[in-house]
């Protein structure tokens, strides 16, 4: 079955990569139409409804064993509507197979459409909102949007560092709320506030950051972006999805608290350097607690780097809320139900990244860890080890029509093998790829992620390809395979 999974999988990627030629006569018409549009009427253009049709397959395990891989055809609908800052897309997709061998011939995906053991009904039709969103971040003085989230980031990232409920795409989708009131579109640039919660069905997770600042009123000073911010963060349900039998290994589920303060001080903004410095603090759930001083620097506009010196009790778990936060959810609750705060060590952190070609291309490495060996004795707390992460993204635009996301991250190195070694281990390593082929009115997405399930000891996979074809209207919002404009 898996032999047939793959394969099957593979002849729909050969197919479903050929609909761009195919369609092509026909979606360079409609595009061709679609600019003419635009340049009589761009306002118009981008508002009103729209609808898109989705065709593709999804690469899912089976419940009884999560080793054994499927190929489900998927067909859906996305309606979708703008109007002024308000967008909305939704989703209606069935996923079935159809294998006349087997003893079941035609099976479909209860789970999308149907509660099953675990879930309920707002598991399954709260994510059939792709898209609910008001306003842009960052430009708006109000900003709501009810979708996944791909990255959110409070502060500097001591708590909630690019934080994403996206995980298990294409198998299970998860709609995030995300809220944000920034006083300077108010003309009170003095008070801002940014809170979500990851799981809007259930309101698990929870988080929220309040900041001042204090200069505002030295309008042309580069001090008027200084900001003081305060976060707390809550997990009223870290033993989520993992089901009974695996929660019973662990120490009994209950919410876990964070706290946080941070400060951020710009003190050069002067082409072509751009400097800050910050400051976080933070209080996790066991009572540890962590410090840490940094400076971020920007050079020529494109090349970005960062440091921080940290100095962290034993039990701390830095940038607890990530970007694969649902992978390790369960085992950072029992290392956090079942550690102690210990003594403090000092530890480091290091970024960097450049964007070129009008930020159409995208590369950051984040590296940070302890300044002392690794642990003789294995243990559970990752910032005892060091972690590495990379993400390289090319937007559309630098490639005709294409657009690629990569991204790799590594927990945990020199836990199982010497340091120099230990970045080809998959215990602890999650990897990423997306790719968008846009060609007029059809896109081919692909998605596909592989990453390590420390509750399952084993690795899990996700992939699945798609073409989405326009057929009526203007599009209010781009719609990828995860379901994120």
């Not at 089976?62 to 308000?86: C, H, M, V």
């Not at 108010?186 to 990851?198: I, V």
């Not at 490639?399 to 093998?417: C, D, H, M, N």
Request: aromatic share 14%.
């Amino acid at each position: 079955m898996k032999r047939f999974s793959v394969t099957l999988l593979s002849a729909s990627a050969v197919f479903w990569l050929c609909i761009p030629f195919l369609a092509g006569p026909f979606s360079s018409l409609a595009a061709q139409q679609a600019q003419d549009t635009q340049v009589r009427d761009s306002q118009a253009f981008s508002q009103g409804f729209a609808l898109d049709f989705v065709v593709g397959s999804d690469l899912l395990s089976e419940k009884s064993d999560s080793s054994n891989l499927a190929s489900w055809t998927r067909f859906g609908i996305q309606p979708g509507y703008s109007s002024g800052l308000l967008r909305v897309s939704l989703d209606f997709s069935v996923r079935f197979i159809i294998d006349q061998s087997a003893a079941e011939p035609y099976s479909i995906y209860a789970s999308d459409w149907v509660p099953s053991e675990g879930s309920t009904l707002l598991d399954v039709y709260v994510p059939k909102i792709a898209c609910l969103e008001y306003g842009k971040p960052g430009v708006d003085p109000l900003y709501v949007s009810v979708s996944p989230i791909e990255s959110l980031t409070f502060g500097q990232g001591f708590i909630v560092s690019g934080y994403s409920n996206t995980d298990f795409l294409p198998k299970r989708s998860i709609s995030g709320l995300r809220l944000g009131i920034d006083g300077a579109g108010l003309h009170f640039p003095y008070l801002g506030l940014e809170a979500m919660t990851g799981n809007l069905a259930h309101l698990d997770i929870l988080a929220a950051r309040a900041y001042v600042r204090p200069m505002a009123f030295l309008h042309s000073s580069t001090l008027k972006d200084a900001e003081l911010g305060a976060t707390i963060a809550v997990d009223r349900a870290p033993l989520s999805w993992i089901g009974e039998q695996a929660a019973s290994n662990l120490a009994p589920e209950k919410p876990i608290f964070f706290y946080g303060a941070d400060i951020c001080v710009p003190v050069m903004n002067t082409y072509p350097f751009a400097v800050k410095v910050s400051g976080d603090w933070a209080q996790e759930a066991n009572k540890s607690q962590g410090l840490s001083f940094g400076l971020q620097s920007t050079i020529v506009g494109f090349i970005e780097f960062g440091g921080e010196v940290r100095f962290l009790q034993e039990g701390f778990l830095p940038s607890y809320f990530d970007a694969n936060y649902d992978f390790y959810r369960a085992s950072r609750f029992n290392y956090m139900a079942t550690s102690e705060p210990g003594r403090f060590f000092s530890a480091w952190a290091s970024h960097f990244g450049f964007a070129f070609a009008q930020n159409r291309v995208n590369v950051d490495f984040i590296l940070d860890g302890r300044f002392a060996a690794v642990p003789g004795a294995a243990t559970d707390n990752s910032g005892q080890y060091p972690h590495f992460r990379c993400d390289v993204a090319l937007l559309e635009g630098f490639l005709e029509g294409l657009s690629l996301q990569l991204s790799y991250e590594r927990f945990f190195i020199g836990r199982a093998k010497t340091w120099a070694w230990d970045i080809t281990n998959v215990e602890g390593t999650r990897l990423g790829f997306d790719a968008q082929y846009n060609v007029g009115d059809v896109v081919v997405s692909l998605n596909w992620t592989n990453g390590w399930d420390p509750i399952k000891n084993k690795i899990d996979t996700f992939a699945g390809l798609a073409a989405t074809v326009h057929i009526v209207g203007a599009r209010p919002v781009e719609i990828n395979q995860s379901g994120t404009y």
